[in-house]
């Protein structure tokens, strides 16, 4: 499997921004997919998961009510949709693929099992 993050840049605090994850490879849309996101000087953490047929979804808290996780496995993609932007949003951000269920326990990045190579989002204040 193979994934490939876009859609970062840098936007104004209150901003939008749409991260999309094109994945690659065989049965790919029935892989739970995450967005994970890693701070400068801070370890990589938990964003948003969306099970495979797209009827669950998680949040961190941090993000909850702002960003929006949706897939669309006719195009092998996932979207991160990230509307009032702030600050702290600031990271690069990772998609990841999970081969098994996902659980409201399995949000951790050991749980995935591939990652793209990240899409830096800078918010400023």
């Known amino acids: 499997v193979q994934l490939q993050a876009s859609g970062g840049g840098l936007v104004q605090a209150g901003g939008f921004l749409r991260l999309s994850c094109a994945a690659s490879g065989r049965a790919v849309s029935t892989y739970a997919m995450g967005w994970f996101r890693q701070a400068p000087g801070k370890e990589r953490e938990f964003v948003a998961a969306?099970?495979?047929?797209?009827?669950?979804?998680y949040y961190a808290d941090s993000v909850k009510g702002r960003f929006i996780i949706s897939r669309d496995n006719a195009r092998n993609t996932v979207y991160l949709q990230m509307n009032s932007l702030k600050p702290d949003d600031t990271a690069v951000y990772y998609c990841a693929a999970r081969a098994g269920l996902l659980y409201g326990s399995t949000l951790h990045t050991s749980d995935f099992d591939y990652w793209g190579q990240g899409t830096l989002v800078t918010v400023s204040s």
């Open positions: 969306i099970s495979w047929r797209g009827g669950s979804t």
